[in-house]
């Protein structure tokens, strides 16, 4: 079946450092992967995707490498800052129009 | 990317009670859907609102508790019928282009006492 394990949470940065949150998949075929962040008290924004095995996505300096040899996505960015404070969900999508999101990684970022 | 708005953007009901919220979207749309997120939880796929048709609910979803209405491609309604404390949720409308992404609106805050 389809399914998404994410980091557990909660993961606290000091501002300026490095952020990595692991996610790896089970999916069967070939799914398109990935990020939403949730700011307080809004609803779930796209952050990057990837389609295809080797694929990166960025925005707003965050990136993730499709892995299909390790069936990972895992989200990073050089330098956090306390705008990023938020929950980041990774999630997949297969055949079906069918969406799985991971369990969400609460990150809080300090000054 | 599709804009998407919600109303009513929070509520706080009392239990037995009734609540219809309200999605919207600014261009016509085939694939448009519904979540549960409880609190501190991930998303919880409710039905896809289909247009012109009745809803396909999730397991654990009935539409006699979840009544869906979609009577065109820019719009649709959940109703949370006969609500407990259980149903406290965020409820979020989500709709899926063509390149497959899905989109969210901004998410009910429903509180049931």
């Known amino acids: 079946g389809n399914s998404v394990t994410q980091m557990e949470g909660p993961v606290t940065l000091s501002e300026e450092a490095f952020l990595t949150i692991n996610c790896t998949y089970t999916?069967?075929?070939?799914?398109?992967l990935f990020w939403y962040v949730q700011y307080p008290g809004e609803g779930l924004q796209l952050l990057l995707k990837?389609?295809?095995?080797?694929d990166k996505g960025s925005n707003k300096g965050f990136e993730a490498t499709y892995r299909k040899e390790t069936t990972s996505f895992h989200l990073e960015k050089g330098s956090v800052q306390v705008s990023d404070s938020a929950v980041y969900f990774c999630a997949l999508s297969n055949t079906g129009n069918q969406f799985y999101f991971g369990t969400g990684t609460s990150l809080t970022v300090i000054p | 990317s599709a804009v998407i708005s919600q109303k009513p953007s929070r509520d706080i009901c009392q239990r037995g009670t009734s609540l219809t919220i309200q999605c919207q979207v600014d261009?016509?749309?085939?694939?448009m859907f519904w979540y549960r997120q409880q609190p501190g939880q991930s998303l919880t796929l409710i039905a896809t609102a289909n247009q012109g048709s009745e809803a396909t609910y999730e397991s654990g979803f009935v539409i006699d508790k979840f009544p869906i209405s979609r009577p065109n491609l820019t719009f649709s309604t959940l109703t949370v019928s006969n609500m407990s404390p259980e149903d406290s949720s965020i409820y979020l409308c989500s709709v899926q282009e063509v390149s497959g992404t899905q989109y969210f609106g901004p998410g009910t805050r429903l509180l049931v006492l």
């Open positions: 261009s016509q749309v085939t694939m």
């Open positions: 999916a069967t075929g070939y799914p398109s």
């Open positions: 990837a389609t295809k095995a080797d």
